[in-house]
């Protein structure tokens, strides 16, 4: 199929590329001219494991392009939009601006019969009013939504071998349903369940599922702070209470709490949109999560202060991780950052490292002090404080590091450390719930 995918960040990108790969000719469009450029070369913007193999196989195939002229999507009869949905400034809701474009460079070439398909993550209510006005330009045209599932790290798999996909129709379409059956013909013939539903329902499928993974961490993280007046073992109880199939262990790892793109924005705008419709006591418990969420950084603050005896002010920390996850890059609403800021803003000398982030997070950040090694970043360090849970930032070995820094501290803010191995390694260790 002949397919166009308008935003080239890094769900439209991923998802161009995806398209690619399993035989449709796509071409993805973006007005940021060097993005395209960048793309267009094989270079990924942004790190995510196995996308830039993904992209350069794309690229080489002849099936994928990138380009700037929305005119180009003419000649698809499929039209994916993909552009984000960022928190409004000063506001809890999302900002539909990349959206409404979007969508009005779509109408500029809709042919009759072609298939516009929503990928962003919208407020309840915005597709109907996409597809109301689609249906007075070109009535023979459809709008589906199709929410996306990535989680960054898996995108490439989340998009191939999702768990499920879901198509919103308005049910003035029934031929839209086979078209994007075709489209995904790869992961429904290798059994992906598939659910169609009207559009309202499928625009609340992806935020429900951010807030209740987003109340599921706020919930263990709420358990960790009981366990710290109470000497408990947060990671024993999450273990613990994890095997109840009704609750599963998945998502209950207390610590530094959730950020990135994604969960925050999503879950303020899912109570602003709720609000609007008259449903605020339905989703207060989420001004809760979030309330929870953001304490966590205060407490890893308090916490690095605690370990310094009360003073931060001329403390050396080192913060290992700057990106908000490990397998990724995206330093947006980084609880790891927001920490190093905070440490920083109380008159400590922070030096932060990340695998990936490191130009990021000095393009966020540039007042930060940001380091590509370990050793430097740890370095007659006063205090260690690991924030996101790298692979290998939980391998590193506690004798080698105690060497290296003037006071072996370390603040395990993701619980991603065996205590008994660094305190035996000379190391006092403190967590978030853990004695």
Known sequence: MKISVIGCGYLGAVHAACMASIGHDVVAIDVDEPKVAQLAAGEP?????????????ALASGRLTFTTKPAEAADATVHFICVGTPQRTGELAADLSHVQAAFASLLEVVKPGDTIVGKSTVPVGTAQRLASHLATVEPTASLVWNPE?????????????PDRIVYGVDGQSPSAVATIDEVY???????VPRLVTDLATAELVKVAANAFLATKISFINAMADVCDVAGADVTALADAIGHDARIGRRFLNAGLGFGGGCLPKDIRA??????????????????DVDAINMRRRDRAVSSAAALLGGNLDGARIAVLGAAFKPDSDDVRDSPALDVAVRLQARG???RVTDPAAVATARATQPDLQIVTTVDSAVQDADLVMLLTEWREY??????????????????????????????AAGWTYEALGRP
Not at 49 to 55: D, I, R
Not at 149 to 161: I, P
Not at 397 to 412: E, S
């Open 270 to 287: 899912f109570r602003a949109r709720a609000e609007e419709l008259g449903a605020t006591d339905s989703v207060g418990f989420l001004r």
């Open 394 to 423: 939980v391998a590193l070995d506690p004798v080698r590091l105690a060497a290296q820094v003037r006071h072996p501290r370390v603040f395990d803010g993701r619980n991603a450390l065996d205590p008994h191995v660094w305190r």
């Open 149 to 161: 599932f990535l989680r960054e790290g898996f995108a490439v798999a989340d998009t191939l071998k």
């Open 45 to 57: 913007p942004f790190h995510e494991p196995s996308f830039p193999k993904l992209l350069s196989d």
């Open 185 to 191: 013909a790869p992961a429904l013939d290798a059994g």
């Open 348 to 350: 400590a000398r922070v």
